[in-house]
């Protein structure tokens, strides 16, 4: 019965199915992607979809034809309680059967973007945490269904918007982790960001900004270094204006100061040290302690109820607006 059966199926990385701990082969790309395709479309699509989208170059008839035979397939393998199929529709049956890697994931990301601002920080960050342990590798990595341009389509769509979220989860973990001072826990975040996205250069500021905040200005200078030939290595291109003045300022061992320790919340206590639903400034500005003591001197004056900061993009404003 399918309530003593437990179904794994794992879609980050190459696709993978559990029935009962033991992996199963379809041995039928087709019977392997529509399990998957169902799992992303929320567990129900209409047949109709299924067999255009799997069989475009087919007639009607023996596109419908082959979506039996693949169903039939499918509960042969892995059972007759974990499908439901009516004149329309094919669906997930025995939801609580199903245990889905993308369908956790994107469940988390969701909690934690709905719940920015009330969710406990430690669960925010134990949500984040899960995610990131659930993404093992892109959506359906090696896997691909040639005569089925459609549904390739989709699938380098929904590998996008997975690997953009783990992203995000990556640098809000970063920032929840620098905002409670465990700076190299917080490395290791970045580092993490740096190895799905190594040419982003704000990110490697970043990680030399913790480097130092941890007390490691020798890792800090390598990272610089490391930053440098990756960039002439892979875009035959230099460093960033900001990137090399951070270098150079800890290479003189100028002090780089750490943001605000962000205070960590239990239950809907407010937090006091910065606004809710705002990131930790995990990057430092230089060159800019005047501006922001005159800008914070007008904020603490009666008749100043709102200040505008203006500049071109990317010369720093909303980190300025975050530091005060």
């Given at each position: 019965?399918?309530?003593?059966?437990?179904?794994?199926?794992?879609?980050?990385?190459?696709?993978?199915?559990?029935?009962?701990?033991?992996?199963?082969?379809?041995?039928?790309?087709?019977?392997?992607?529509?399990?998957?395709?169902?799992?992303?479309?929320?567990?129900?699509?209409?047949?109709?979809?299924?067999?255009?989208?799997?069989?475009?170059?087919?007639?009607?008839?023996?596109?419908?034809?082959?979506?039996?035979?693949?169903?039939?397939?499918?509960?042969?393998?892995?059972?007759?309680?974990?499908?439901?199929?009516?004149?329309?529709?094919?669906?997930?049956?025995?939801?609580?059967?199903?245990?889905?890697?993308?369908?956790?994931?994107?469940?988390?990301?969701?909690?934690?973007?709905?719940?920015?601002?009330?969710?406990?920080?430690?669960?925010?960050?134990?949500?984040?945490?899960?995610?990131?342990?659930?993404?093992?590798?892109?959506?359906?990595?090696?896997?691909?269904?040639?005569?089925?341009?459609?549904?390739?389509?989709?699938?380098r769509f929904e590998c996008d918007h997975f690997?953009?979220?783990?992203?995000?989860?990556?640098?809000?973990?970063?920032?929840?982790?620098?905002?409670?001072?465990?700076?190299?826990?917080?490395?290791?975040?970045?580092?993490?960001?740096?190895?799905?996205?190594?040419?982003?250069?704000?990110?490697?500021?970043?990680?030399?900004?913790?480097?130092?905040?941890?007390?490691?200005?020798?890792?800090?200078?390598?990272?610089?270094?490391?930053?440098?030939?990756?960039?002439?290595?892979?875009?035959?291109?230099?460093?960033?204006?900001?990137?090399?003045?951070?270098?150079?300022?800890?290479?003189?061992?100028?002090?780089?100061?750490?943001?605000?320790?962000?205070?960590?919340?239990?239950?809907?206590?407010?937090?006091?040290?910065?606004?809710?639903?705002?990131?930790?400034?995990?990057?430092?500005?230089?060159?800019?302690?005047?501006?922001?003591?005159?800008?914070?001197?007008?904020?603490?004056?009666?008749?100043?109820?709102?200040?505008?900061?203006?500049?071109?993009?990317?010369?720093?404003?909303?980190?300025?607006?975050?530091?005060?």
């Amino acid at each position: 019965m399918a309530q003593n059966r437990r179904i794994n199926v794992s879609l980050f990385g190459p696709p993978r199915i559990d029935v009962d701990g033991q992996p199963i082969s379809l041995g039928w790309r087709k019977a392997t992607a529509l399990p998957a395709y169902l799992c992303v479309a929320d567990g129900q699509v209409s047949r109709e979809t299924l067999a255009s989208l799997f069989w475009p170059e087919s007639r009607e008839a023996r596109a419908f034809g082959n979506l039996r035979n693949a169903i039939s397939t499918l509960r042969r393998v892995l059972g007759t309680d974990f499908f439901s199929v009516s004149r329309s529709l094919v669906s997930l049956a025995n939801r609580d059967s199903w245990c889905v890697d993308t369908m956790s994931f994107r469940d988390r990301i969701h909690l934690v973007k709905a719940e920015q601002a009330a969710l406990p920080m430690e669960e925010r960050e134990q949500h984040l945490l899960k995610a990131v342990d659930l993404y093992r590798g892109e959506f359906l990595a090696g896997f691909t269904l040639p005569d089925c341009l459609i549904f390739d389509e989709w699938q380098r769509f929904e590998c996008d918007h997975f690997w953009s979220d783990y992203s995000w989860s990556l640098e809000q973990l970063t920032s929840l982790c620098a905002g409670a001072r465990r700076y190299d826990r917080a490395a290791d975040f970045a580092v993490k960001q740096l190895e799905i996205n190594p040419l982003e250069e704000a990110v490697h500021r970043r990680l030399m900004c913790l480097r130092i905040w941890a007390g490691q200005r020798g890792r800090a200078l390598r990272d610089y270094e490391r930053c440098v030939a990756l960039l002439r290595r892979e875009i035959d291109a230099e460093p960033e204006h900001e990137t090399t003045e951070l270098f150079e300022a800890i290479r003189r061992n100028a002090e780089i100061p750490a943001p605000p320790a962000k205070q960590i919340v239990t239950g809907r206590q407010i937090n006091l040290r910065q606004p809710q639903g705002l990131p930790v400034a995990a990057t430092v500005l230089i060159g800019r302690d005047t501006e922001l003591e005159a800008a914070r001197q007008r904020l603490l004056r009666r008749d100043v109820r709102l200040l505008s900061l203006t500049g071109a993009g990317g010369s720093g404003n909303y980190v300025k607006f975050l530091l005060m």
